[in-house]
């Protein structure tokens, strides 16, 4: 993506940024501001790895999808010989939106202005008037859509803008281990529930980002009546329990949940729980055995949270796995995308369930997710204020705290579940980006 010069102010702004983030201190102003917007486009968005799709929301040749890297909208498709392709959605003749639909299956593309038809791998293979128009000198394999870099993980399928961008494997920086536990719940993985949940709200994306790289700390406030009413397997008492893992240098983040009692891999189906047993490694069923509540973040804008849940207060539940993507659109404007992901090799049943699950909390118009978004709206209005572009945050809870020396699992891993030291970690590599440090 080309770049638009940043002026000395606003670079010496940012390194002031940096620097108050090693001191446990960050600006609200980055939430709802048109100049870190723009930045964020120049310099996260188009040089991070950001995901596109999860593989099984395009299982057949010729299944599509639409999605966004910054504010370039791509084609995400499978071609007739089952390869997935990541194209700019724009004709190359006079840039017209090539694909106006978010999901179908096509073997073409036909474009609605002057007819250039591609594969759907990207391939130029009509101009109409050829011989007229042309006089048949255009060369079809030099202006193909324009293609952009993927790489997948276990079923995600992430692309970049940046062609010196590391591997995949390598950004991801040993946080596969982790991810293991949404996406690798029994021998053939996972698979989506259904088309995403998909809607604009009112709030930044790092907002989102940051509570779910792990924030326990407002579950007893923001979600009460889960409390209250018995839908947790913890109390207000036991919550913070757990761990905070992130790995260091590269913004991603978990929080562990961890309630004393609580049964290994209770809420998952028994022939699910002993297929994890056998698929994971020892030390991943070590940490998820004792693990209630999973929530994270693959940096810089895709979440997941696993839980269990149950419509009867007291029980145990089902277990379901929430995916979302925040795609920013504007200072303080999100298109937020939500899937529900459930184990390949899962019963009907269990997948009914856990979707039913996933819908009453953290769907579109789920309990926890009004309670999160109205929330996340409000301090997104506030940041946007006069006054708050001079207030700072404090990011101090356990600023000294040393890595759990017995923890199994790769990472800078602290005790208790409730922690800034993800939240650093996260703000860290956003400056990086930003101060153009990648």
């Not at 039913?356 to 926890?368: C, E, H, I, P, V």
Request: glycine residues 10%.
């Amino acid at each position: 993506m080309a770049t638009k010069p940043i002026g000395a102010g606003v670079e010496a702004g940012l390194e002031s940024i940096r620097d108050g983030i090693a001191q446990g201190r960050f600006p609200a102003r980055v939430f709802n501001d048109q100049e870190i917007f723009d930045i964020e486009q120049q310099r996260v968005f188009s040089k991070a790895w950001c995901f596109l799709a999860h593989e099984s929301e395009i299982p057949d040749r010729g299944d599509y999808v639409t999605r966004y890297i910054a504010n370039n909208n791509l084609i995400v498709a499978r071609d007739e010989s089952g390869e997935i392709h990541a194209s700019l959605n724009m004709c190359r003749h006079r840039g017209n939106m090539m694909c106006k639909s978010e999901m179908g299956n096509a073997s073409h593309f036909r474009c609605s202005y002057h007819g250039w038809v591609y594969k759907n791998s990207g391939e130029l293979v009509g101009v109409p008037y050829m011989k007229e128009g042309y006089e048949g000198r255009i060369d079809k394999r030099d202006w193909g859509l324009i293609k952009v870099r993927t790489q997948t993980y276990a079923g995600l399928v992430f692309g970049t803008l940046d062609p010196d961008a590391p591997p995949l494997d390598e950004y991801l920086g040993g946080f596969q281990f982790y991810l293991d536990l949404y996406l690798k719940q029994g021998n053939s993985g996972s698979e989506v529930h259904g088309p995403p949940d998909h809607w604009v709200t009112e709030t930044d994306w790092k907002i989102a980002a940051e509570n779910f790289s792990g924030d326990g700390y407002h579950t007893p406030v923001a979600h009460q009546f889960g409390f209250n009413l018995g839908y947790f397997a913890s109390s207000g008492a036991t919550h913070s329990q757990g761990w905070a893992a992130s790995i260091p240098g590269k913004g991603h983040g978990i929080g562990l949940g961890h309630t004393p009692g609580f049964p290994p891999f209770a809420g998952f189906p028994e022939e699910l729980a002993d297929e994890m047993r056998r698929s994971l490694s020892p030390e991943q069923v070590e940490v998820f055995s004792q693990t209630r509540t999973a929530v994270g973040t693959v940096f810089p804008n895709l979440s997941f949270l696993m839980q269990p849940f149950s419509i009867v207060p007291g029980q145990t539940g089902v277990r379901f796995v929430t995916m979302r993507l925040y795609h920013p659109i504007g200072p303080g404007k999100t298109e937020m995308y939500s899937w529900c992901l459930v184990p390949k090799d899962a019963s009907d049943e269990y997948k009914q369930e856990a979707y039913r699950a996933y819908t009453l909390t953290f769907a579109q118009a789920g309990t926890f997710e009004q309670d999160d978004l109205e929330n996340w709206a409000r301090v997104t209005r506030s940041a946007g204020s006069t006054m708050a572009r001079n207030i700072e945050f404090p990011y101090v809870m356990g600023m000294d705290s040393v890595r759990d020396p017995d923890f199994p699992g790769p990472g800078h891993v602290v005790k208790p579940y409730v922690n800034d030291s993800n939240f650093r970690n996260l703000w860290s590599r956003w400056s990086d980006y930003m101060t153009g440090q990648v």
